[in-house]
């Protein structure tokens, strides 16, 4: 198109990357593009004769909110306790840490006062009902919570010495398992949010599927789907471990999933 807008029938563009998944599927069902936008990105590709990469398969962002999906299986550790039972042994900690060590720390004078370096017992309880899976609740943990407590026992670990230096350390020698123990019971609960919408996702779309792809994990469906989906080169899959490589292989060899569309249009229809 830029080329044409110049005069030219001639382009060098001969790959593009656009994100798609099972929530995000513009690229094959929305017509946007070409003349009078009468195309869909996919349509357009092959008649221009470019390859097409898809990226974040399996990471989806819904049009209706409510956060990242993570389009595979998790795991759900086992319960090593309540939520309230870690909180309250939480917070008698953070209590004894006010009244015994606090008062030994040099107050900056601007940012956070000693008194509130470690108030997570009451601020793990107003987060609790606001984390919406375990997407988000990763997002919390690794950019709010471990920042804040890395910094302190940093400081506070360097600076402290003597007899109040020692006391620190036993201290938060104590802490940091039932701190832990907190964020472990959250990331459990989270990780259950996220099962019931995944549940929710394979109870619409494996209907729609073949019977032997309906015994298939979700994340394994939805990169089905993207190698099936006509206009698509590549998906391109994160692979940290030796379990994603796996579950991307297997893929390679299945025949293409039938009627496709039905499937991204009844997930864009549920929303």
């Known amino acids: 198109m830029a080329a044409r807008s110049t005069g030219s029938s001639i382009h060098r563009l001969k790959v593009l990357q656009c994100p798609m998944n099972l929530f995000e599927s513009g690229a094959f069902l929305t017509p946007n593009t070409g003349l009078g936008e009468k195309q869909t990105v996919l349509e357009l590709a092959q008649a221009e004769g470019l390859a097409v990469l898809v990226n974040r398969p399996l990471n989806a962002i819904p049009a209706k909110g409510g956060g990242m999906v993570r389009l595979a299986e998790l795991p759900v550790e086992p319960e090593t306790g309540s939520f309230e039972t870690h909180r309250d042994k939480l917070s008698d900690l953070e209590k004894e840490y006010r009244r015994d060590i606090a008062p030994h720390i040099k107050n900056p004078g601007q940012g956070l006062s000693p008194d509130d370096y470690f108030r997570w017992a009451e601020e793990l309880v107003r987060l609790r009902p606001r984390v919406q899976n375990l997407e988000h609740w990763e997002q919390i943990e ?38 832990v123990a907190s964020l472990r019971v959250l990331r459990r609960e989270a990780t259950v ?62 025949a293409p999933l039938p009627d496709v569309r039905r499937i991204y249009e009844a997930i864009k229809q549920a929303g």
Do not use: F
Not at 152 to 168: F, M, P, Q, S, Y
Not at 199 to 227: F, G, V
């Open 193 to 254: 949010k996220s099962q019931e919408r995944t549940a929710a996702i394979e109870k619409l779309i494996d209907p729609l599927l073949p019977e032997p792809a309906r015994k298939e994990p979700l994340s394994r469906k939805a990169l089905w789907l993207l190698t099936s989906t006509v206009g698509v080169t590549c998906v391109l899959n994160g692979m940290r471990t030796k379990a994603y490589v796996e579950d991307s292989l297997a893929v390679l060899h299945k």
């Open 142 to 179: 690794s950019q709010m919570v471990a920042p804040h407590i890395n910094q302190v026992l940093r400081a506070l670990t360097n600076h402290l010495t003597g007899e109040i230096g020692d006391r620190w350390q036993v201290w938060r020698d104590r802490y940091l398992p039932e701190l």
